[in-house]
Structure formats: C-alpha cells, structure tokens
C-alpha cells in the first residue's frame, strides 16, 4: 500500500495543478443510480479523485462516495460527478477493470481540512476555498451550459409566434360564434315575416269584401228611389242584413285569427327566450355561463344524462 504521507519534495516536481493529488490506496464505496460497487482510490485531491472498480460508471452521473481511510476515526462522504470513465489494461495482479474520475460536488469542510493538512501539507499554502472546485470541470461545466442558449433563443423566438397564432386561433372561435348567433337571429326574422306575410294575405280577401260591401250599399242607395213597394225594400234590407251579417262574421274570424296568430307569436318569442338553440362548438359550460345557470340545472331540465353529449341544432330549456 502506497504512503499516503508520501514525500512532499517529490509532489513538488510533478507539474502542479489548481488542486494537487496525493497518491492513495483507500478502500471506498461508490453508490450510483444503478447500485452500490466496492473500489479503491487511487488518488485524491480537494476537487476530487481517480477511483478504480468492477463496474463502468456513466459520465454526467452523481454518484456518493464513502471513503475508508486508515488511521481516521470515520470514514470520509462526499458526493460527486463523474467526468471520465475509460476500461484498465488487464495485467496478472490487476484488481479492477474499470477507473473512473470524478469532481467532488458536496464535501464538508472538516474532510477538506483533512486532506490539506494530513495527506498533503504542502496544500495549506494556498488552501483558500471554503469548496471544492477543480481545473477541469470548468471548460466543461461553461460547455454544458453554453448548450443550453440556442434552446433558449429558440423558446424566446418562438414565445411571439406562438402568442399570435393562440390569438388568431381565438379570434376565429369568436368569429365562428357571433356568425352563428347572427344566423340565428336572421332565422327568427325570417320567421317573424313569413308570419306577417301570412296575416297581410288574409287582410286582402276582407278589404275586397269591404269594397263589394260598399258597391253593393250604394247601388241599394240608388235603387230606393225607385222602388215599387215596402215589400221589395224590405227584401232588399233583409238580403242586405243577411250580407252584412255574413260580413261580420268573416271579420270576427279574421279578428280571431289574428288574436291567435298574436299569441302564438307571443308564445314563440316566450319560448326562444326560455330555450337555447345549440351551435357548432358549444358545450354546457359555456351555454350555462351565458345564460346565468349552473351545469347541474341545465342538465336536470332538460333530462341530459352524465355520458350524454349535447349536439348542434337541439334545443334545450333553460327554466
């Protein structure tokens, strides 16, 4: 096993690194995402270690560390990531087949002050970091974030586009709906003239009759002068009162007609306004939020099941 308090001058002769290494023979523990494996470190700094074992670890993961070293009252945890990862030569007296390099993520300050005044005292001279941060993570931490801007620029660029298109996607459904209450307005128009169309055909036929009336009441004016006898005019009066009769009460049917048809017009407006005609798009929370009644209500009158859907053109009752 390797001297972990090794000769400090010939440290100094390697080519020196942000954080040292001391070369080590520890027993540790390495628990990954994937299992627990047993190794040992190689060599250790304050950034982090060189660590050998019977498993290829994925580079990227986080992986906790247990670090037995002899002659210290506890075992050494840190957490870290792993930065490299590549197979060992096989030999006769190799132990494991895999190494792997990793940077210490989370470690205490007590381990940290340990390994610079225990493994390697040369470190105390420029130990300054309250963290462990190492030379080689860095380019690749600046790289791994750089990789994520043209995914932000892209997100940024897109967040406009994709605005517009939710708002014309919106107005169309706006559109769509005042075409279908607009429509539906002009239907009830329409109705409402045929239905007066109707009432102006049966005016025509009374005004005739009125006008034959008055022929018919003038030439009896004209013709009293000349009659011959009370007889031949009170004929004439009763045949009159007859058609005068007749006249009244084709004038009480129409005036009749006319009530009736009023009242169904009354009736049908009632209606419309107690019912809801159902558009192309519609559902039971926009119908009940438009007509000030709740989902439940406009279901139960008008009999619409839990799995029952509602289509366009039906008519449901909102009182």
Same mark, same amino acid.
């Given at each position: 096993?390797?001297?972990?308090?090794?000769?400090?001058?010939?440290?100094?002769?390697?080519?020196?690194?942000?954080?040292?290494?001391?070369?080590?023979?520890?027993?540790?523990?390495?628990?990954?995402?994937?299992?627990?494996?047993?190794?040992?470190?190689?060599?250790?700094?304050?950034?982090?270690?060189?660590?050998?074992?019977?498993h290829e670890l994925t580079v990227?993961?986080?992986?906790? @560390?247990?670090?037995?070293?002899?002659?210290?009252?506890?075992?050494?945890?840190?957490?870290?990531?792993?930065?490299?990862?590549?197979?060992?030569?096989?030999?006769?007296?190799?132990?494991?087949?895999?190494?792997?390099?990793?940077?210490?993520?989370?470690?205490?300050?007590?381990?940290?002050?340990?390994?610079?005044?225990?493994?390697?005292?040369?470190?105390?001279?420029?130990?300054?970091d309250t963290i462990p941060i190492?030379?080689?993570?860095?380019?690749?931490?600046?790289?791994?974030?750089?990789?994520?801007?043209?995914?932000?620029?892209?997100?940024?660029?897109?967040?406009?586009?994709?605005?517009?298109?939710?708002?014309?996607?919106?107005?169309?459904?706006?559109?769509?709906?005042?075409?279908?209450?607009?429509?539906?307005?002009?239907?009830?128009?329409?109705?409402?003239?045929?239905? @007066?169309?109707?009432?102006?055909?049966?005016?025509?036929?009374?005004?005739?009759?009125?006008?034959?009336?008055?022929?018919?009441?003038?030439?009896?004016?004209?013709?009293?002068?000349?009659?011959?006898?009370?007889?031949?005019?009170?004929?004439?009066?009763?045949?009159?009162?007859?058609?005068?009769?007749?006249?009244?009460?084709?004038?009480?049917?129409?005036?009749?007609?006319? @009530?009736?048809?009023?009242?169904?017009?009354?009736?049908?407006?009632?209606?419309?306004?107690?019912?809801?005609?159902?558009?192309k798009g519609d559902n039971l929370?926009?119908?009940?939020?438009?007509?000030?009644?709740?989902?439940?209500?406009?279901?139960?009158?008008?009999?619409?099941?839990?799995?029952?859907?509602?289509?366009?053109?039906?008519?449901?009752?909102?009182?």
């Open positions: 096993m390797a001297n972990p308090l090794a000769d400090a001058t010939d440290r100094r002769t390697q080519s020196r690194r942000k954080h040292p290494r001391a070369p080590v023979e520890w027993p540790v523990t390495i628990i990954s995402a994937t299992g627990s494996y047993q190794g040992k470190a190689a060599n250790i700094s304050r950034g982090g270690a060189l660590v050998q074992l019977s990227g993961d986080i992986v906790r @560390l247990a670090f037995e070293v002899p002659d210290y009252h506890d075992v050494i945890v840190a957490k870290g990531e792993i930065l490299r990862s590549f197979p060992l030569k096989r030999g006769d007296e190799q132990e494991f087949s895999h190494s792997a390099a990793l940077q210490f993520t989370e470690i205490s300050e007590e381990n940290l002050k340990y390994f610079t005044g225990n493994i390697a005292p040369e470190w105390k001279a420029d130990y300054t190492t030379n080689d993570i860095a380019p690749q931490n600046s790289i791994k974030h750089t990789s994520y801007v043209p995914w932000i620029l892209v997100i940024i660029l897109l967040a406009p586009l994709c605005y517009l298109v939710y708002n014309s996607v919106q107005r169309k459904f706006d559109d769509e709906n005042l075409i279908s209450e607009i429509e539906s307005k002009l239907l009830m128009i329409e109705e409402q003239i045929n239905s @007066l169309q109707n009432s102006m055909n049966m005016l025509i036929p009374l005004e005739e009759q009125l006008n034959d009336l008055q022929v018919e009441l003038s030439n009896i004016n004209n013709k009293l002068p000349d009659a011959g006898s009370l007889k031949t005019m009170s004929q004439q009066i009763t045949s009159q009162n007859h058609q005068i009769q007749n006249i009244n009460e084709k004038i009480k049917h129409i005036n009749e007609v006319n @009530l009736k048809i009023s009242k169904n017009n009354q009736q049908d407006k009632d209606e419309e306004k107690e019912q809801y005609i159902v558009q929370f926009q119908i009940s939020s438009q007509n000030k009644i709740t989902i439940q209500e406009l279901k139960e009158i008008n009999d619409i099941g839990p799995d029952e859907a509602i289509f366009p053109g039906q008519k449901l009752k909102l009182k």
